[in-house]
């Protein structure tokens, strides 16, 4: 996975017409197949600007933290439905997300909670959260 302008790999990340010069501060995700050098744009009708991404070996999506407005939120790629999903975290900005391959992705907002996902074998999304009591306390 290859994060990048709308411009890069020739342009197929964009999303305006070829008469509109692309916003290349829209950073976009890219699938790039090692074995055939072929790009996939999987975010291009994404509407959130992409600020990080991770693929996660422990679950194969990919899990991204994206910018739409003045709201920075989390989201998972199903790379099997190449579908993108809005993960629930009743929260209107998330500052940092965590992949492990040994355990759940992690978010964290400016409220100094940490919400852990973990999805069930019928594929749900299961939320564990901790409040960090006094982060300010040493």
Known sequence: MILASPTAFEG???AVPDS???NNYDTQAYVLALDSGSVEAISRDFDPSIDEAVWSRRDGHIYARATRGSYRKLFRYDVGDREWEELE???EV???MMI???SCPCMRSTVSMTICFRASASGTVCRNRFRIARPWAR
């Open 20 to 22: 509109v010069i692309p």
């Open 100 to 102: 492990s391959s040994r």
């Open 12 to 14: 197929i990340g964009q």
């Open 89 to 91: 975290t009743q929260m």
């Open 94 to 96: 998330v500052n940092e």
